[in-house]
């Protein structure tokens, strides 16, 4: 009978015993993948180290003077990371609606929804935490197809999620999140995101943005609001209804933003699009060279294409605009005149004049050999018969084209005929710098950087034409203390052979070739560019001593010490030139540009700051004496079109000058150039905080109009300048001067002709009655 009485008991202990044992086993089951997946059985994990700084490849980052970001240099990825603080709280509130409700209640794992999913077996959503996901993207990678792989990875991803939140706030989780995203079309983070997909800045984001942007998150190859724009449509009111659902949205809010459009502001963002494309262009070149020279504390190069650099630079990118956009709208018009001139009726040598067939032949030859595809199938191994044979061949390409939407067409032709048909564009040049400080604010290298890499601006030098003359000026005013108001007569002249190096004896002619013998002011000829007082001068003061002029003005190319430099022979970049020009208006100090202020890494260390490089070349009073003398091009010569409302040829100026009238009444100095054959048109413009040079010009100078009409630097490059400062100027936050130009105390020069002309009358007065005394 006790046995009996005894036998429940042992069978308790036993169901007991084999309880624990079982759940024990089971414990054991659960956490064994874990660990085994946090030793590493199943795969490589990555070490503490790596979890405390997960590195992601980061772009450098060019930033405007005004805090705008002008571009970025990337291989694959376009990252700038934005902290937790600078994003807006509706993107925040819709991914933890829509990705991870209880994010801020768990440690990496949400037991409920794994439950969920188990039970569901995924029918009822995911588990997927968002520590979870950032685990994936920063470690684990693609889910795999295999079973048993994607198993382990995600054994991998719930050990990582966990040290993540061992490591980081939630605050970080979400901005680590949020900044390492493929958003497609180079968006590679939050803040590519919403640049390029509206144009904006993260924190600027409307909630419907947001949501959609969240809403991408789940696939942005298949939620792409470019090619499937319904899908993704549906897919963002999807996120609204769940920011609805949790409270971040109330009923009324959802209903109403759910019947707005996707106001998508599509801007992709690449090295040959956006703003300042030759800019950045050439700040690839200075980083390239600037990481060379300066490598990291442990010796290793900077990468600028990984190591998140930012760079200040000097640009505003509203005054860039401005600039942009008045070459777009100069050039497409100044063009299409081009185009009616040069029709195969009116110039069966078309683009070219005044050039015989072998000579265009050669040019051709010339520009085939150069080209990058007769340096790629010669790379190859192709022979120069079939790399010439390929050129012969009709292909299709994409070609630049001023009458497209784009500024793109799509046609058929040979590669020979394109090069030909490339050569018909006219080409421009434009930069603007602050003189006192060397700041350039505006840099425009071409017409358009996708089809045309080469950058006038610094790369490029043509003749300077009449833009040199006032270096001229300069030495002569400063060697003979001579003033705007002094008289030359404007009649023939000629330096005598063997002088001044010249074999032969040089005789210039003026422009129009007409003298008028009359005796004109400083001020009157280079108001009109009068080439027989210009060559008076420099035989005065001697072509070295003007070459040194421009050497101490920044002038880095060769210019031969011979009497035809007077007139603009030698070539000139408009990067040199407006460093020269900004010696006048900086009062005679020699500012040399700069466009880069500091570089700095992706930790917000300096790393470089540049230190301004100055000489002083002219006295204040050489320096204002030159100002007032280019003040009378814009006031009766060459530029005086920028002040006109109206004008006996106001129709004619309107077909030639885009955006005429300007009606400027500030002071303005400048000179306009042009060279023989109306090859290049110059325009150099100041006013006392902004120094502005243009040149347009074909790649060939062969290329170019047949008349002064059209191809004047008053008609080619003038325009470019009007517009962009009429554009300045509707901007008052851009602080452009409207004022005049200082005048130095006790000024020993004297500028004002009515007074100048009395005193040397009454000087000639008192000669008069010295020679009639009787001694």
């Not at 120069?384 to 061949?393: D, G, P």
């Not at 301004?612 to 009073?621: A, G, Q, Y």
Request: proline fraction near 4%; aromatic fraction near 10%.
């Amino acid at each position: 009978m006790a046995t009996a009485k005894n036998t429940p008991k042992k069978s308790y202990f036993k169901f007991i015993k084999w309880f624990w044992i079982l759940f024990l086993i089971g414990i054991l089951l659960a956490i064994t993948p874990f660990l085994l997946a946090s030793w590493g059985a199943l795969g490589p994990m990555p070490e503490y180290q790596h979890l405390e700084n997960p590195e992601t490849n980061l772009a450098t980052e060019i930033i405007s003077s005004d805090g705008e970001t002008l571009g970025k240099f990337y291989l694959e990825d376009n990252r700038t990371p934005v902290p937790y603080d600078q994003l807006p709280k509706n993107l925040v509130n819709a991914l933890v609606a829509t990705e991870d409700a209880r994010f801020f209640d768990h440690a990496g794992i949400d037991a409920r929804g794994t439950f969920r999913a188990v039970a569901y077996l995924g029918s009822k959503g995911g588990a997927s935490t968002i520590s979870q996901q950032l685990a994936r993207q920063l470690f684990v990678g693609v889910r795999s197809t295999n079973k048993f792989e994607a198993i382990t990875q995600k054994l991998k991803e719930w050990v990582l999620a966990t040290r993540l939140e061992r490591n980081y706030t939630k605050e970080e989780i979400i901005a680590m999140y949020l900044n390492i995203y493929d958003f497609h079309y180079n968006a590679d983070g939050i803040r590519s995101a919403s640049r390029i997909y509206f144009g904006k800045e993260p924190k600027d984001l409307k909630t419907e943005e947001s949501a959609m942007l969240v809403g991408m998150l789940k696939n942005s190859s298949y939620y792409n609001p470019i090619r499937r724009e319904e899908l993704v449509f549906n897919r963002r009111n999807t996120v609204l209804a769940q920011m609805a659902k949790y409270g971040y949205l109330s009923e009324k809010e959802k209903d109403s933003l759910q019947k707005t459009k996707m106001d998508l502001n599509f801007n992709p963002e690449s090295h040959r699009e956006g703003l300042a494309t030759y800019f950045r262009m050439y700040m690839q070149k200075w980083l390239n060279k600037w990481v060379k020279e300066n490598p990291k504390p442990d010796g290793e190069k900077y990468n600028i294409y990984l190591d998140g650099l930012k760079v200040y630079t000097t640009i505003d990118s509203r005054m860039q605009q401005n600039a942009e956009n008045a070459v777009e709208a100069h050039m497409k018009k100044l063009q299409t005149e081009f185009f009616v001139q040069n029709t195969p009726e009116r110039n069966p040598t078309t683009p070219f004049l005044d050039l015989a067939d072998y000579e265009i032949d050669n040019i051709m030859e010339r520009a085939m050999k150069s080209s990058s595809r007769w340096r790629t199938l010669k790379s190859q191994g192709k022979s120069e018969n079939e790399i010439r044979a390929s050129f012969k061949k009709k292909t299709e390409m994409t070609v630049f084209d001023w009458n497209s939407d784009s500024y793109e067409k799509d046609t058929i032709m040979t590669p020979l005929d394109s090069i030909r048909y490339y050569k018909t564009f006219l080409r421009t040049a434009m930069m603007s710098m602050e003189p006192q400080t060397g700041h350039v604010k505006a840099w425009v290298g071409g017409v358009d950087y996708k089809h045309f890499q080469y950058d006038n601006v610094i790369q490029g030098a043509r003749q300077a034409g009449s833009t040199f003359k006032p270096l001229v000026y300069a030495a002569a005013i400063d060697q003979l203390r001579l003033s705007p108001c002094d008289q030359l007569p404007d009649s023939q002249y000629c330096i005598e052979p063997l002088k001044h190096g010249n074999p032969d004896a040089w005789c210039p002619k003026n422009s129009d070739g007409k003298y008028s013998g009359k005796k004109l002011t400083l001020k009157e000829a280079l108001a009109n560019s009068v080439n027989t007082i210009t060559a008076q001068l420099i035989d005065q003061v001697g072509p070295g001593s003007v070459a040194r002029i421009g050497k101490n003005m920044g002038i880095t190319r060769e210019i031969a010490e011979v009497p035809a430099i007077a007139l603009g022979v030698s070539e000139m970049s408009v990067y040199e030139m407006v460093g020269a020009y900004g010696t006048f208006a900086n009062q005679g100090v020699y500012v040399k540009p700069v466009m880069v202020t500091r570089v700095e890494d992706k930790n917000g260390t300096v790393l470089y700051e540049y230190v301004p490089e100055t000489k002083d070349v002219l006295s204040k009073d050489v320096a204002y004496a030159m100002v007032n003398l280019m003040e009378g091009v814009t006031q009766f010569g060459s530029g005086a079109r920028l002040r006109h409302s109206y004008n006996k040829n106001a129709t004619l100026y309107k077909e030639i000058i885009t955006g005429y009238p300007y009606n400027l009444s500030n002071p303005i100095a400048g000179k306009t150039g042009t060279t023989q054959n109306q090859s290049d048109g110059w325009f150099m413009g100041m006013v006392p905080n902004l120094v502005t040079g243009v040149w347009v010009g074909g790649e060939e100078r062969a290329t170019h109009f047949k008349s002064i009409t059209y191809g004047q630097g008053a008609s080619m490059a003038l325009p470019i300048w009007g517009m962009y400062m009429k554009a300045n100027y509707e901007n008052d936050e851009l602080g452009v001067s409207k004022d005049a130009f200082d005048k130095p105390e006790d000024m020993s020069i004297e500028v004002d002709c009515a007074k100048y002309q009395k005193e040397v009358e009454e000087d000639t007065d008192v000669e008069d009655d010295i020679e009639d005394l009787d001694f």
